[in-house]
């Protein structure tokens, strides 16, 4: 079991609460252009928002570096889907995002793992193989490409995976900020299927208002439930 205390918020340093006040600032204001749809300098600014959060888990937690190379892996992933409809930086940029999950993911299981047992892990591994034969065909249908289907079966295992160990985590000790990860797991799922829906299906009016919001509030509970974590160990 793992044992944890609350973190005081109060003895944080003032760069902390700078980056948080600008990754806020800066997700308003890439929020609002996306919601007037204007593409400009709302593609300009999308990479800043999760810049923000990685210089604070700099900051914040210097040794936890899983959880900033993440955001970073994030930050490039923004930037190469800036071309979404382009097949080699939309690929680009789920590798990136692949990457930073599974980052995320490691450091989820360096918090949790004195008390989960390795049966945990095993069954996690048949679940994403599990997943990634089971939901081939289905994949393949929506993208129409058998390599694209595979790589984004991984691609959503890693995405599904935060969260459950997250969850996980969230439930083995008595007081942990990992439900925090688990619930920015949960928007980050949200944000990515509305963007494949209007990449691969149809799509729909201010779309990336939907994706961008659901995107950075995923993106700030993961990271922000991971840095507490760490900090409350």
């Known amino acids: 079991m793992i044992l944890t205390h609350p973190v005081d918020c109060t003895q944080l340093s003032i760069p902390v609460y700078v980056f948080f006040g600008l990754f806020c600032a800066l997700t308003i204001v890439e929020c609002i252009f996306a919601f007037l749809e204007k593409e400009g300098p709302r593609k300009i ?7 923000m959060l990685a210089v604070l888990a700099i900051i914040f937690q210097p040794s936890a570096w899983l959880i900033y190379v993440g955001a970073l892996f994030g930050v490039l992933g923004d ?3 800036i071309w979404k409809h382009n097949h080699v930086c939309f690929g680009l940029g789920m590798g990136a995002f692949l990457l930073g999950h599974i980052a995320y993911i490691a450091e989820v299981i360096s918090i949790i793992y004195p008390s989960i047992s390795w049966g945990y892990y095993v069954a996690g591994g048949f679940l ?3 997943f990634n034969l089971g ?7 929506v993208v129409k490409d058998g ?9 959503l295992s890693a995405l599904g995976m ?3 160990t997250a969850l996980v985590g969230s439930c083995v000790g008595y007081f942990s900020y990992l439900f925090l990860t688990f619930l920015g797991g949960l928007a980050f799922i949200a944000s990515d ?9 149809r799509d729909i009016k201010r779309r990336d208002f939907f994706i961008m919001a659901f995107y950075l509030l995923g993106q700030a509970g993961i990271i922000f439930g991971l ?6 160990l």
């Open 193 to 201: 299927s509305i963007l494949a829906y209007t990449i691969f299906t």
């Open 162 to 164: 935060v969260p459950i």
């Open 227 to 232: 840095l507490l974590s760490v900090a409350a």
């Open 45 to 51: 600014i999308k990479p800043f928002c999760v810049l």
């Open 79 to 81: 930037i190469f889907l």
């Open 135 to 141: 939901c081939y065909h289905i994949t393949k249908k």
């Open 128 to 130: 994403i193989l599990a």
């Open 147 to 155: 390599k694209l289907a595979f790589v984004s079966n991984i691609y």
